[in-house]
């Protein structure tokens, strides 16, 4: 089993729609968790991080965090085609330098 | 400021080239990353530095060397790569200290190898 699990998608869905992106994993150490979006030949951008289990909101993006469950979620609320990017977890089980570990990215498309 | 810099842009070198690939951040991090990406894969740690000393290497070949001149600048060098090597350099940064890591990521350097 991989420490990070992340569905690859595509996800296509209709502007406006509300979407809920996922990750599981396995170890319980983790307790930093980020979520990033990448545009096609960018680098990641960083949209949440979140310390510990826990709602985070940001706009139209809101992270949840289930440590019980070791499931972590973005919703991302009147989606736009600006939106359309590949979305990637990462979390680590240390502060500082601590690498993180990323799942493989969910390739979504938000059509007009 | 969050921005992470990344030079060059596009970089296409010889398997006999030597290259560097050059990072800056202002943020005042004290921890620097090297990530390589391949197409529709996640990033994959090659090094960290930690206060400009390395703290990780991801057992990277020898033919990449990085170097942290100091605080705000990351270096890459490239020697003899292979084919296989082309991807997506990315340059990150993160306070490296406390209780916060949130790394921010430059635009990366897309490296071709012929």
């Keep these: 089993q991989k420490e990070v699990e992340q569905d690859p998608g595509p996800l296509s869905v209709p502007e406006g729609a509300i979407v809920s992106l996922n990750c599981t994993y396995s170890n319980s150490a983790f307790q930093y968790f980020m979520w990033y979006?990448?545009?096609s030949r960018k680098g990641p951008e960083l949209l949440m991080y979140t310390y510990s289990s826990g709602n985070k909101e940001d706009g139209r993006f809101t992270a949840q965090v289930d440590k019980s469950s070791k499931y972590i979620s973005l919703f991302i609320r009147d989606?736009?085609?600006?939106?359309?990017?590949?979305?990637?977890?990462?979390?680590s089980a240390g502060s500082g330098n601590t690498p993180l570990v990323f799942g493989k990215g969910t390739r979504l498309s938000v059509i007009a | 400021?969050?921005?992470?810099?990344?030079?060059?842009?596009?970089?296409?070198?010889?398997?006999?080239?030597?290259?560097s690939l050059k990072c800056e951040q202002h943020m005042g991090h004290r921890a620097m990353y090297w990530y390589k990406q391949k197409a529709k894969k996640p990033p994959e740690l090659m090094f960290v530095y930690s206060y400009?000393?390395?703290?990780?290497?991801?057992s990277v070949p020898s033919r990449f060397s990085p170097e942290?001149?100091?605080s705000s600048l990351l270096n890459l060098h490239l020697h003899a790569l292979q084919p296989e090597d082309s991807a997506l350099y990315l340059c990150a940064s993160s306070q490296g200290g406390g209780p916060y890591n949130e790394q921010?990521?430059?635009?990366?350097?897309?490296?071709?190898?012929?």
């Design chain 1, 79 to 91: 989606s736009q085609p600006s939106d359309s990017a590949t979305y990637l977890c990462a979390m």
């Design chain 2, 68 to 70: 942290c001149p100091n």
């Design chain 2, 1 to 19: 400021d969050t921005e992470v810099t990344q030079t060059p842009k596009h970089l296409v070198m010889g398997m006999t080239n030597k290259k």
């Design chain 1, 37 to 39: 979006r990448q545009y």
């Design chain 2, 104 to 114: 921010f990521f430059g635009p990366g350097t897309r490296l071709t190898v012929l």
């Design chain 2, 52 to 58: 400009e000393k390395l703290s990780i290497n991801e």
